[in-house]
């Protein structure tokens, strides 16, 4: 997470309504000696092939001007009326444009978004932290190389709208900065070279230098322990020095990550922020910036280290705003002429005829997931809801905690190739319910259907359990479980206890003495696991969410913990734990006990789990993003960061 005041470091930028890198720019497409390059990129579509979110459908321009905005079938229209013309257009991405929120894009393995962007004609993408939410596999060879894993028509390899098997991605993705843990290799190409029209016969190149948020592999979503960022700026100056010496004399930095700067989508004010902080200071040979991830739009023009301007651009998040560069480049020496560099942030605004192909796109995948919502996955036989007895448990709570267990319990999956360490199985599993901070994994109740029997429903179960984050296995100490089992308690400002209850699997047994402070509620023999009073000097392996291990809960006394393994997403796994179990009941709440209840102060302690967060519209924002943010501090400014 990066904060900074604006300013720090002292530099004076050109920060306005003007995107030119100079007055001579406002004439740049009547300089007809020079070779006209337009660069369009859009960031973190997340899926959202339908509509931008409600919190996120209307953006604000100049002088406070609304624009209503969202949707691939405008943004191909706008992107043909862009292009009309122009002889060197290219089209990409830095970032986050699948693995999102959308449910026909991401319970179709995001092929949906695929198809999209393959017909929409993207040329080329840099990745994200999500494009790492599954696996380096799954973005390479299935997401890019179209090989199936391991069920057709069920895991992944749908029929398109065209009613073709999925090929893959008809563009390639790539790194700079993504490396494998042991022993440093780049997990993708670090960058690109793309050869332009100069006329006459001949070709000018203009390389692409490609960044992947740091830290990408610790968090909860893209959590990945045989992965590692290297330094963004480092990075960056040596990838511009080997396309120098490969005589590339235009470089243009796709990032995923960004900045903030004001509320005017086409301009920028006050920015900071990694992105700027790097534009500040990235090799002059640099001509031009694109960055994503901080879901923010801004478009301006920042000095180089050689106080020369160069673009600095955001555009925005959920199919929000195209954003278009043009360069010009010297037909002699391939060189951009800075001076005539302009820069607009288009919105994709929803008052134009949506383009017909992707807009059949669009409603084939929207009624192929309404299908798959539909499918049966087995029957439950009573009701789990989140209702919590005396103690804290809910028979929601424990059929996670069981899922969790079962989850910490499978093999290594045919695409999962970012572990270190082998798959050893968990000895028991926690969730928690109500957490200290961030967002509850469980998102609703599973409530008996009694006009189908029963009947769990894929998209019941999808939409009932999950961020989106993996289940992880690691060992810890017993003595990190009785501190976390601890930790469930904690006195707030101004006095009171307030309980953040963990669900324990159903071979953990436990009970807790409701006459004890805080931090010593709990004797480690009253704790139960598969029938063995806790010991607290040896080792056991845990399952749980990411976001827990993490300590984006609130548990910190799971840190440290030590070879980890990453199992499969979420909602993904339960469907999948559903669908293998055929059946599910209800269990007893047994698993929590409390001791001395009855006793005069006894306290159990106050349960406020905390609530979904809203954009600032109001509007409630998908559960997966939600707890993206809220695992992130805010800014100086307030500024929370997505992921």
């Known amino acids: ?162 009613g073709q098997r999925f090929h893959g991605a008809d563009f390639p993705y790539y790194s700079a900065n993504m490396v494998w843990a042991k022993d440093g290799r780049t997990v993708l190409p670090p960058y690109n070279v793309e050869w332009v029209d100069a006329g006459r016969g001949r070709r000018l190149p203009v390389g692409f230098i490609h960044l992947t948020v740091l830290g990408t592999e610790t968090m909860p979503a893209s959590y990945q322990p045989g992965l590692r960022t290297l330094d963004q700026l480092a990075t960056a100056n040596r990838c511009a020095a080997e396309l120098k010496a490969r005589g590339v004399n235009a470089i243009v930095l796709s990032m995923h990550d960004g900045a903030v700067a004001g509320g005017d989508f086409n301009s920028g004010t006050n920015p900071s922020g990694p992105a700027y902080e790097l534009a500040l200071r990235c090799s002059p040979d ?15 023009m920042v000095p180089d280290p050689n106080g020369v301007r160069r673009p600095l651009v955001e555009a925005g998040c959920h199919g929000q705003i195209i954003n278009e560069i043009n360069l010009r480049l010297d037909p002699s020496t391939g060189k951009v002429v800075r001076e005539l560099t302009t820069s607009t942030n288009h919105p994709n605004t929803r008052d134009v005829a949506p383009h017909p192909e992707l807009a059949e ?149 436990y009970s807790f003495d409701a006459t004890g402070p805080a931090g010593d509620r709990v004797d480690p023999a009253d704790v139960l696991i598969d029938g063995r009073p806790l010991d607290v000097s040896r080792s056991y392996r845990i399952a749980a969410p990411s976001y827990t291990l993490l300590n984006q809960d609130g548990y910190p006394a799971f840190t440290g913990f030590t070879k980890p393994f990453r199992h499969n997403r979420d909602f993904e796994s339960f469907v999948a734990y559903v669908k293998e179990r055929q059946r599910i009941e209800p269990a007893p709440l047994n698993r929590v006990t409390v001791k001395n209840g009855g006793v005069t102060g006894a306290r159990i302690g106050e349960i406020h789990a905390p609530e979904r967060l809203r954009s600032a519209a109001g509007a409630v924002l998908p559960r997966a993003e939600a707890a993206a943010l809220a695992a ?3 800014t100086a400014e307030g500024f929370r960061v997505p992921c």
């Open 286 to 300: 640099i001509d031009a910036i694109v960055c994503g991830h901080w879901h923010t739009a801004f478009n301006l």
């Open 632 to 634: 992130n501090r805010p």
């Open 361 to 509: 796109v669009v409603k084939y995948w929207a009624g192929y997931g309404t299908r798959r919502a539909a499918v049966p996955l087995g029957k439950q036989t009573g009701s789990f809801t989140r209702t919590r007895n005396a103690a804290g448990e809910s028979t929601m709570g424990d059929l996670v905690a069981d899922w969790a267990l079962w989850a910490g319990r499978q093999p290594q999956g045919p695409m999962n190739d970012a572990n270190l360490d082998p798959p050893v199985p968990a000895d028991l599993a926690v969730i928690a319910i109500a957490p200290r901070l961030g967002q509850a994994i469980i998102a609703g109740d599973l409530v008996y259907d009694a006009a189908t029997g029963g009947t769990v429903a894929f998209g019941k179960a999808w939409n009932a359990v999950g961020f989106g984050d993996p289940i992880v296995t690691a060992t810890v100490t017993g003595q990190q479980i009785h501190d976390a089992l601890e930790q469930q308690w904690t006195v707030p400002a101004g006095g009171g206890l307030k309980y953040a209850p963990l669900a324990v699997s159903a071979n953990v047994r």
């Open 1 to 162: 997470m990066f904060f900074t005041a604006a300013g720090a470091l002292a530099t004076v930028t050109a920060v306005g309504t003007h995107a030119f890198a100079s007055g001579h720019a406002r004439d740049a497409r009547s300089a007809d000696e020079y070779v006209d390059v337009q660069l369009l990129n859009i960031t973190d579509l997340h899926g959202y092939l339908q509509a931008a979110p409600a919190g996120n459908s209307v953006i604000t321009g100049a002088g406070g001007k609304k624009y209503t905005v969202g949707g691939v079938a405008y943004m191909a229209a706008h992107l043909e009326r862009l292009r009309a013309g122009r002889a060197n257009s290219l089209f990409f991405a830095p970032g986050d444009l699948f693995s999102g929120w959308e449910f026909p894009a991401e319970s179709l393995a995001d092929e949906p978004t695929i198809e999209a962007l393959n017909r929409m004609g993207m040329n080329f993408a840099s990745a994200g932290n999500h494009e790492f939410d599954k696996s380096p596999a799954f973005l390479s060879q299935h997401m890019v190389d179209g090989i199936s894993y391991p069920t057709v028509d069920w895991d992944n390899s749908f029929l398109d709208s065209a």
